[in-house]
C-alpha cells in the first residue's frame, strides 16, 4: 500500500483526505505518516520546492507560478519514480506555513503562484499583475488608461512592484516609454527561459 501511495498522486490525495478526516488531530508524524511513509514525502518535496524558488528569486522576485514549480520539481525529480501532482505541491507549501511568513499560494487572475518572500501584495499590485499577464509587461500609460488611475498612483504601485523585486524595467524601446516586465506571470519570459 505504501508504494501506492507513493507512485499514484491522486491515491496519495484521496489518502491524505480520508487520513484527515479519521484523525483531524493528528501531524505529520502521526500513526499513518509514520506508517506509510507520506510525511516524508511531503517534507520531501518541501525542501526541493525551497531550494527552487530560493534558485529562481534572482529572476521572479519571489514569485512564481506553480504550474511552472511543479514543472521545475519534476525535472529534478526525474529519476524518482514518484509522480508529483500540484496537489502534491500545494500540500508541501502548506507544510512550509511553519517557516514563518513567505511560503504561500496566492491566486492572481486564473493563476496560482507561489510566494516565498514576506512581500504582502495588495488588490491593485493584483490587478497591475494579472493585466501584465497578457503580454508580459506593462506601461504607466497602460495602467492609467486600464484601471483609471492617476500617473503618481500608477507610478507609486509599479515602483512597489519593482522594489520587491517582482518587475524588471525596460527603457529601451523606440517610443521611449518604460516597460515594468512581470517575470512572475509571464508565459513569455518563462518560454524564453525554459529554451535558452
Given amino acids: ?17 480520508m487520513c484527515a478526516r479519521v484523525d483531524p488531530l493528528a501531524s505529520n508524524k502521526g500513526f499513518w505518516a509514520e506508517l506509510l511513509g507520506i510525511g516524508d514525502f511531503y517534507y520531501e518535496l518541501g525542501v526541493q520546492i525551497v531550494d527552487i ?19 521545475l520539481l519534476c525535472q529534478r525529480r526525474k529519476n524518482d ?37 514576506p512581500t504582502e501584495l495588495n488588490k491593485d499590485h493584483n490587478h497591475i499583475l494579472e493585466l501584465g499577464q497578457v503580454q508580459g509587461f506593462m506601461t504607466v500609460d497602460e495602467v492609467e488608461r486600464r484601471l483609471s488611475w492617476t500617473s503618481g498612483y500608477a507610478i507609486d504601485a ?9 518587475a524588471m524595467i525596460d527603457d529601451g524601446h523606440r517610443d521611449g516609454k518604460r516597460r515594468y516586465w512581470f517575470p512572475c506571470v509571464s508565459s513569455i519570459i518563462s518560454s524564453v527561459g525554459a529554451n535558452s
Avoid at 500500500?1 to 491524505?16: A, E, G, L, V
Fill in 1 to 17: 500500500m505504501q508504494n501506492d501511495i507513493r507512485k499514484n498522486p491522486t491515491f496519495r490525495s484521496q489518502f491524505h483526505e
Fill in 53 to 71: 524558488c530560493l534558485a529562481t528569486r534572482a529572476h521572479n522576485g519571489g514569485l512564481i507560478n506553480l504550474q511552472e514549480l511543479c514543472k
Fill in 81 to 117: 519514480r514518484e509522480l508529483v501532482s500540484e496537489d502534491d505541491c500545494l500540500r508541501a507549501i502548506s507544510k512550509l506555513k511553519v517557516l514563518g511568513s513567505g511560503f504561500e499560494v496566492i491566486s492572481v487572475g486564473k493563476k496560482k503562484l507561489v510566494r516565498s518572500v
Fill in 158 to 166: 509599479l515602483d512597489t512592484l519593482l522594489d520587491d523585486g517582482l
